[in-house]
């Protein structure tokens, strides 16, 4: 089984020229409302690549909450570990330009009302992946890497935003999931290179993996070294990219999967959602990324 605990938003979409530059005011496009969430992507993009698949977080009791909802409900997602709290539903604001770059505002909200004991014990044996993210209370964070690690869980922390943990849980983790930005925040933190073996060797403990964009993704193991090329395609709208990969790699790791058969379904399955507008409502099923694995690394672009 896989569990997310993390943050669900409702995502407010404009699409505009350019992204806009300190003090301008762009005209977008008209506003689209999306699910969203690093916890409730991860989430979407593993139940919808065949995994089973529950998520402890929190949403507010308000207009928002429902919204943000509806894609977990029809991806089969169990949120019976949900919690609903007194305060506004986390949201996003998110400018995508005709690139595809984006730029994205996070209020929190209720997110930071998640916490570690909604997840029970039981969830965190050795059969389960437990996949997180920093959108949600440090604290709550840290406190439950430590009871996953003391009870067998497998352990994917995906460092985004980058916002400080404490090393000994970022030592307690199985996989540590970056993008190059985060990467080299954590690598000023430890005083060490920002590539995924000096991370690791300055950790310890967890395979380090580092998206890279259009130069693919690099993972130091305990085995050596991995590098997984990009799928070459148009994008669209990066948006939830990472979580896709994030999502899918747990789902793939899930199964059985070798790190780097996972990273190839992760990439295949982040490249697929680069090509198309949104949020939740841009992840791939297993379906289509089984088809893009079956052509190989060729262009493609969005049917």
Same mark, same amino acid.
């Given at each position: =089984?896989?569990?997310?605990?993390?943050?669900?938003?409702?995502?407010?979409?404009?699409?505009?020229?350019?992204?806009?530059?300190?003090?301008?005011?762009?005209?977008?496009?008209?506003?689209?409302?999306?699910?969203?969430?690093?916890?409730?992507?991860? /989430?979407?993009?593993?139940?919808?690549?065949?995994?089973?698949?529950? =998520?402890?977080?929190?949403?507010?009791?308000?207009?928002? /909450?429902?919204?943000?909802?509806?894609?977990?409900?029809?991806?089969?997602?169990?949120?019976?570990?949900?919690?609903?709290?007194?305060?506004?539903?986390?949201?996003?604001?998110?400018?995508?330009?005709?690139?595809?770059?984006?730029?994205?505002?996070?209020? $929190?909200?209720?997110?930071?009302?998640?916490?570690?004991?909604?997840?029970?014990?039981?969830?965190?044996?050795?059969?389960?992946?437990?996949?997180?993210?920093?959108?949600?209370?440090?604290?709550?964070?840290?406190?439950?890497?430590?009871?996953?690690?003391?009870?067998?869980?497998?352990?994917?922390?995906?460092?985004?935003?980058?916002?400080?943990?404490?090393?000994?849980?970022?030592? &307690?983790?199985?996989?540590?999931?970056?993008?190059?930005?985060?990467?080299?925040?954590? #690598?000023? =933190?430890?005083?060490?290179?920002?590539?995924?073996?000096?991370?690791?060797?300055?950790?310890?403990?967890?395979?380090?993996?580092?998206?890279?964009?259009?130069?693919? &993704?690099?993972? #130091?193991?305990?085995?050596?070294?991995?590098?997984? $090329?990009?799928?070459?395609?148009? $994008?669209?709208?990066?948006? &939830?990219?990472?979580?896709?990969? /994030?999502?899918?790699?747990?789902?793939?790791?899930?199964?059985?999967?070798?790190?780097?058969? #996972? =990273?190839?379904?992760? /990439?295949?399955? &982040?490249?697929?959602?680069?090509?198309?507008?949104?949020?939740?409502?841009?992840?791939?099923?297993?379906?289509?990324?089984?088809?893009?694995?079956?052509?190989?690394?060729?262009?493609?672009?969005?049917?």
């Amino acid at each position: =089984m896989i569990l997310v605990f993390g943050s669900i938003n409702l995502d407010l979409i404009v699409p505009v020229p350019a992204l806009p530059a300190p003090g301008q005011t762009v005209l977008g496009e008209a506003l689209r409302t999306e699910p969203g969430g690093k916890g409730g992507n991860q /989430a979407v993009a593993a139940a919808r690549d065949g995994a089973r698949v529950a =998520m402890a977080g929190a949403v507010g009791e308000d207009a928002f /909450a429902e919204p943000a909802l509806a894609t977990l409900r029809s991806a089969g997602v169990d949120l019976s570990r949900l919690a609903a709290v007194p305060v506004a539903t986390g949201a996003a604001a998110i400018c995508v330009d005709p690139e595809g770059r984006n730029q994205i505002a996070v209020a $929190p909200g209720a997110n930071l009302s998640a916490k570690a004991a909604q997840v029970a014990d039981g969830d965190l044996g050795p059969r389960t992946t437990l996949v997180l993210q920093r959108e949600v209370s440090r604290q709550e964070t840290e406190a439950l890497i430590a009871r996953a690690r003391g009870l067998g869980a497998r352990i994917i922390l995906s460092l985004a935003p980058p916002e400080p943990l404490a090393r000994a849980a970022l030592e &307690a983790v199985d996989v540590l999931l970056l993008n190059e930005g985060e990467a080299a925040a954590l #690598a000023a =933190m430890l005083g060490t290179a920002d590539g995924p073996a000096a991370l690791r060797a300055a950790l310890g403990r967890p395979s380090v993996i580092v998206t890279r964009g259009e130069k693919g &993704a690099e993972a #130091a193991t305990e085995e050596g070294s991995l590098h997984q $090329p990009a799928f070459p395609i148009t $994008p669209r709208d990066t948006t &939830a990219a990472g979580d896709t990969f /994030a999502g899918v790699l747990a789902a793939a790791l899930d199964r059985g999967a070798s790190l780097r058969d #996972a =990273m190839r379904r992760a /990439a295949a399955a &982040a490249a697929l959602t680069c090509t198309r507008p949104g949020s939740q409502g841009s992840i791939p099923d297993a379906a289509e990324t089984d088809a893009l694995l079956a052509r190989g690394v060729t262009a493609f672009t969005a049917p």
